[in-house]
């Protein structure tokens, strides 16, 4: 968490951003923490992936989608893409430094640094992630002799939006990724990270590969914990009177975002829920 973070306001609702559906993971614990907190949940369908665009075009997308929640009037920002966590944090707290903005990869990475035994932390995610480096960077802040490896596992992303959270395919997609690396490390890794929205849905398969030895942690479950934290430090604040409930933006394809997205909150989601806004 970062060391600027505030106490939640009690009134004002938690905006919580996306590229697209997958943060609803993050969402979805977000409410099993919080279940009498407002939510507005805003996924830039338009966009999305971020995994693979470049970073100056990230945080242009996460300030533009910062702004919007903002003037809807969010107290608190969670970042629940990992992709933009992990490359706009700066200038989004620089830009709306009124607000307490909370993205996955501290609180990830604490976890990962809490859990490991032998300093060895693995972590997968999108390219972004990866190349952005913030994993690494929040690992060893916390225990600088730590061993960090890193890989994109950009299919990941496209299996769990298909549905495709087991099978045949998704154990061939897993073990092409993990196998030669995790082979080719002389310390095996005993924690790993799953750096992705996406990627807690396809935790079964995952953890099947990575074999007993190697724990995963899940920074959409670790994320929630923090922001309950900062809430729970908020509870003396008087309370503006909002009420608990969800609303969801998306910048393209209501009727998608309903359908995909119900798999990764876990409930079903009517198209007609679905606002769609410009950024
Ligand atoms: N939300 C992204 C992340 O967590 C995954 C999807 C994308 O690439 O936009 O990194």
Redesign the pocket.
Known sequence: LNARARPLSAGAPIGVF???M??LTVLAELRRELPQRRFIYLGDTAR?????KSASTIVRYALQAAELLVERGVGTLVV???????VALPALRERFDAINIIG?IEPGAAAACAQTRNHHVAVI??E??VRGGAYDRAIHAILPDAQVSSLAC?LF?ALAEEGWVDGAVVEAAVHRYLDTWLAAMPVHPDVLVL????FPVLAHAIAAVAGPGIRLVDSARTTATAVRTLAAQAATLPDAGSQAGLEFLATDGVERFARIGSRFLGEAIADGEVELVEL
């Open positions: 996306d590229s697209g997958g943060g999305l992936p971020y995994g693979t629940a893409c990992n992709t933009a966590s992990s996955v995610g999108t972004g992630t950009q992303v750096g992705c929205t996406h």
